[in-house]
């Protein structure tokens, strides 16, 4: 459903969430307040899921960037005990339509560090792209300053990180379903290059670190 104000109570839980499922991955997001995340809820921005019995499941969110000409569905999170359930899919698609809705002409792009993400965008006609064709709004990539992977982000002049940009464009998309068999037919490769992407940027930040003195 669309989140609403009465809701924003869940807004903390989400918030430590969130930081929790980075911290156990090992990657880094654009950490939001739980006050971010209640603006998001009282704008009719989001999308909240719960179970029959009324627990929290998950949450996802939408922000605008270059004067509402690109929109990210941020925050995709769903709670441990109801993951590969297929959540998080539905929750994907319900906020790619109010993001449709609320923007019929904006881009919807996002970054993702995970396959899983990247085949649900797949599945919704995103194409992978170069960070070139995202928002070059400052205020998006400054929203990054919270992620354990920013100080690579800015070494490479936001041209290339860990997260893999992918982008829908209304005026000029391929169907879901090429895209999604495009996905299928190269998702080994985009695991190879995700983890030969990780090893390189990884090896670029034991570089920047100055050395150990030891006396």
Known sequence: MVANGSHTGFAHFIA?????????????????????????????????????????????????????????????????????????????????????????????FGLTTGLAVMKINSELG???????????????????????????LMAKERKNCLCTAMLYDPQDHYKPEETTEAFRKHSKGYERLLRIKQLRLFRFRGRQRPAKIIF
């Open 126 to 152: 995103y194409e992978p792209v170069t960070y070139a064709e995202l928002t070059q709004d400052d205020a998006f990539w400054a929203g990054c300053k919270s992620c354990v992977n920013y100080d690579i």
């Open 16 to 108: 430590d969430e969130m930081a929790a499922s980075a911290k156990a991955r090992g990657t880094g997001i654009a950490r939001r307040t739980p006050e971010y995340l209640q603006t998001k809820m009282l704008e009719g921005k989001a999308v909240i899921a719960f179970s029959d019995e009324g627990v929290w499941a998950g949450f996802c969110y939408i922000e605008s960037w270059g004067k509402d000409g690109y929109v990210a569905n941020s925050g995709l999170i769903v709670n441990p005990q109801f993951r590969k359930s297929g959540l998080a899919k539905r929750i994907k698609s319900a906020v790619f339509k109010l993001s449709r809705e609320k923007y019929p002409q904006a881009k919807i």
